[in-house]
């Protein structure tokens, strides 16, 4: 899994979160089931209670695994002349339009603040590319076309 420190940092936090969430279930659940009397075959906040639960614990899990064997991306060595993980790209559409992106893991998405995967297709098509290059990729509109105007290393990498 490739990840920045930052990112790392920021999943483990997560976790904490969800951890202190899945308390805060277990706690609902418990009251809904001892509200229910006898049976809670028919105790909806029960039963409502423990799928949340089975959510979060399955979030937990995922999280945990992935975070199992982790990359830093701030570890790799970054080519100055080709896109590699951890570049904040700047690129021009077929319109004149243009775009930033910084390119991350999956765990650090984040389409709010231009933050892309490395392993989404416009992220994959980059990798490798230079500064000129245009590149061609798959998105559900259809093939896009983007000319990579400049790249530098992410102030998100330490």
Known sequence: ML?????YQTTLELIVDLKRQLSDVGKE??????????????????ENATQERSKVEG???E?????EVVTYID??????EAVCPGHV????????????????????VDLDNDIISVESPLGKA???HAPGDTVAYNCPAGILCVTILSLERSPLLQ
């Open 126 to 128: 980059l990798l490798g």
């Open 3 to 7: 990840i920045s420190r930052a990112g």
């Open 29 to 46: 659940a418990g009251a809904a089931f001892q509200d229910a009397g006898q049976g809670h075959h028919d105790n909806w906040a029960w």
């Open 75 to 80: 570890d790799l060595p970054m080519n100055a």
């Open 89 to 108: 790209v700047q690129l021009r559409d077929e319109h004149g339009e243009e775009a930033e992106y910084t390119l991350l893991g999956s765990l650090e």
């Open 63 to 67: 999280l945990e695994h992935q975070l």
């Open 59 to 61: 979030r937990i899990l």
